[in-house]
């Protein structure tokens, strides 16, 4: 256990359908990520927030909405997905400061129909 | 742009052996350089930083090095064992004392008993 955990660890859902995914840090961290990691690709940074603040938006589809309302959560609310966002969605959080190792948790396998 | 190269052909190696994997990067100038061990179905365990200022870091029976000028990281584990076997991931960091990293494909290790 790496002191990051991830819910739901599956997920299928539908094109038109809304869902969120949930993560927490017992880590006492002050940064939490989201990344995207497809087959054969390597990982995509999608969102970053220091401090609760988010401060990068790797261009994102707005079908993405990340939230943070404290330093312990983070969410990534789905809507409207397509097929291709099929995909590991990986929360990871760190200390906020250069060079900090990242923590990942298990992610959330998730298909779209 | 940016780009990350780590080897996408898995790496066959007898037990004993050392497994050396290469990452190299074009268009970069990281100030630090990460390595990540990922199992299946898991995310990413945070293994070894090496700073742009550092030939070598050593950690039990892993070593990277770091050569600025031929923008490479070379990443060994010395008396390998089935047990080692997994995708390895590096990760450059930027020279902005930030803390986002931009990940490379990752190389998949096979030690056969």
């Known amino acids: 256990e790496t002191g990051v955990t991830q819910t739901p660890r599956h997920l299928v859902m539908g094109m038109t359908n809304k869902k969120s995914l949930k993560c927490e840090q017992h880590?006492?961290?002050?940064?939490m990520y989201w990344y995207k990691q497809s087959a054969k690709k390597p990982l995509e940074l999608m969102f970053v927030?220091?401090?609760?603040?988010?401060?990068e938006n790797n261009s994102v589809p707005s079908r993405f909405s990340p939230e943070c309302p404290n330093s312990s959560h983070l969410f990534l609310h789905l809507h409207t997905l397509q097929p291709e966002d099929s995909a590991l969605y990986l929360c990871?959080?760190?200390?906020?400061?250069?060079?900090?190792?990242?923590?990942f948790g298990p992610g959330t396998r998730l298909t779209v129909l | 742009s940016q780009k990350i190269e780590q080897n996408s052909e898995a790496l066959n190696i007898q037990e004993g052996k050392t497994a050396t994997l290469t990452c190299n990067y074009t268009?970069?100038?990281?100030?630090?350089l990460q390595w990540y061990r990922q199992d299946p179905g898991r995310g990413p365990v945070f293994l070894l930083l090496?700073?742009?200022?550092?030939k070598e870091k050593r950690k039990e029976r892993l070593k990277v090095t770091f050569d600025t000028t031929l923008k490479q990281s070379l990443f060994h584990i010395t008396a390998s064992q089935p047990a080692d076997s997994a995708t390895y991931l590096c990760?450059?960091?930027?020279?902005?004392?930030?803390?986002?990293?931009?990940f490379g494909g990752g190389t998949r290790l096979m030690v056969k008993p």
């Open positions: 990871a959080s760190s200390q906020e400061r250069e060079g900090n190792e990242q923590f």
């Open positions: 880590l006492g961290h002050n940064a």
């Open positions: 927030y220091n401090f609760k603040e988010q401060t």
């Open positions: 268009n970069y100038s990281p100030a630090y």
């Open positions: 090496i700073r742009e200022n550092e």
């Open positions: 990760a450059l960091g930027p020279n902005n004392a930030g803390n986002m990293l931009t």
